[in-house]
């Protein structure tokens, strides 16, 4: 992998530079839309078992032991979530609605914002959620410091490398 963009393993040359050679619009369209649904098939199961986590949370013998912070951080972290599952799973929906309308280049536009929407508000829910499990493992100090950190991982690792590329990189080719 010394220079991903050389490559998609394939022989196609770099698949995120746009088109293929060897493809027309309709074919570069369809497999994007395809690459969107299957990473999102990574993202989803991940939103979801931390939104039924969220959910039983209230129902829990130590919930009445929160204090107000705890309580106030963790309704942030279950609306950031549910947030989060709406817009992560929009894209499917939006597809089978709108299937065969003849506006896939429109509709590949608007679940890739979705996604990035969603995976943000992800990144808010996990900070948070580690903060409160962390505020009760170790105390209001430690959390913001943990939580800050895992923020800042979310945030570096899944929105700053790819912008900085991107930057770095100039204009999109192809």
Excluded: C
């Excluded at 078992?49 to 009445?64: D, E, I, R």
């Excluded at 817009?87 to 003849?102: D, E, K, N």
């Amino acid at each position: 992998m010394a220079n991903d963009r050389s490559s998609n393993g394939s022989g196609q040359g770099n698949v995120d530079a746009g088109q293929r050679s060897d493809e027309d619009e309709k074919e570069r369209v369809d497999r994007e839309l395809i690459e969107l649904l299957n990473e999102l098939r990574v993202v989803l199961p991940g939103v979801q078992v931390l939104f039924a986590f969220l959910l039983t949370v209230p129902f829990s013998n130590g919930y009445s032991r929160m204090t107000d912070l705890q309580r106030d951080v963790y309704f942030v972290t279950f609306l950031a979530t549910t947030i989060a599952t709406v817009l992560l799973i929009a894209p499917s929906t939006y597809h089978r609605i709108m299937f065969r309308w003849g506006d896939k280049e429109r509709m590949l536009f608007t679940a890739n914002r979705m996604t990035i929407a969603g995976t943000a508000l992800l990144a808010v829910a996990m900070a948070s959620a580690v903060f409160v499990i962390t505020d009760v493992l170790f105390g209001e100090g430690v959390a913001a410091l943990v939580s800050a950190l895992a923020g800042l991982a979310l945030a570096g690792v899944w929105y700053a490398l790819p912008l900085v590329r991107r930057a770095r990189e100039g204009p999109r080719r192809g």
